[in-house]
T-cell receptor
Framework: AQKVTQAQTEISVVEKEDVTLDCVYE???????LFWYKQPPSGELVFLIR??????QNEISGRYSWNFQKSTSSFNFTITASQVVDSAVYFC????????????FGQGTRLTINP | DAGVTQSPTHLIKTRGQQVTLRCSPK?????VSWYQQALGQGPQFIFQ???????QRGNFPDRFSGHQFPNYSSELNVNALLLGDSALYLC??????????????FGDGTRLSIL
């Protein structure tokens, strides 16, 4: 069975600090997708990134970066120079590559950026 | 370009009643998935519809049923409502590109409260 664990329930930092959100996953599949979604108070889940399991290159998009390490089954997300607008609940998720590709989510990490 | 739209935004029902939630996918998307998100939890996959058929189902009882229409919109029906059905119900859409489904995009959700 697939499982995603986000051990950090809540994180609070001061604006401009860097913050890393941890994600550890379990799957028996040899190929799979990993995702990060952001959920602001409005409730909508905003897609941030999808990573294929056979592409272990780290990715950077503006202030966001992702570190995928297959050896430790981790897919961590770092926000550099955080801003108040980054405050939200962040979810890591896993899916199969074939078929319905249902998303299996972690419990989420509530990130609060204080001015 | 309209994103995923869900209606209604909020709904209050009593135990034993039945409810229908609606979802219009993002333009160009042909696949609709439904998720249930209890307070403080990550979303849980209910089922996915593609080509007007249920493609995969999560671990939810038969009280949860759905439908997809020829225009790709979808409904989620829940019968004999229980207090535990109180949650945010999220609809996600994607499209099948031939090499697999593209990332799912979510709507704002319907918040269902059972009294």
């Amino acid at each position: 069975a697939q499982k995603v664990t986000q051990a950090q329930t809540e994180i609070s930092v001061v604006e401009k600090e860097d913050v890393t959100l941890d994600c550890v996953y379990e799957t028996r599949d040899t190929t799979y997708y990993l995702f990060w979604y952001k959920q602001p108070p409005s409730g909508e889940l905003v897609f941030l990134i999808r990573r294929n399991s056979f592409d272990e290159q780290n990715e950077i998009s503006g202030r966001y970066s992702w570190n995928f390490q297959k050896s430790t089954s981790s897919f961590n997300f770092t926000i550099t120079a955080s801003q108040v607008v980054d405050s939200a609940v962040y979810f890591c998720a896993l899916s199969e590559i074939q078929g319905a590709q249902k998303l299996v989510f972690g419990q989420g990490t509530r990130l609060t950026i204080n001015p | 370009d309209a994103g995923v739209t869900q209606s209604p935004t909020h709904l209050i029902k009593t135990r034993g009643q039945q409810v229908t939630l609606r979802c219009s996918p993002k333009s160009g998307h042909d696949t609709v998935s439904w998720y249930q998100q209890a307070l403080g939890q990550g979303p849980q996959f209910i089922f996915q519809y593609y080509e007007e058929e249920e493609r995969q189902r999560g671990n939810f009882p038969d009280r949860f049923s759905g439908h997809q229409f020829p225009n790709y919109s979808s409904e989620l029906n829940v019968n004999a409502l229980l207090l535990g059905d109180s949650a945010l119900y999220l609809c996600a859409s994607s499209y099948y590109s031939g090499t697999g489904n593209q990332p799912q995009h979510f709507g704002d959700g319907t918040r269902l409260s059972i009294l």
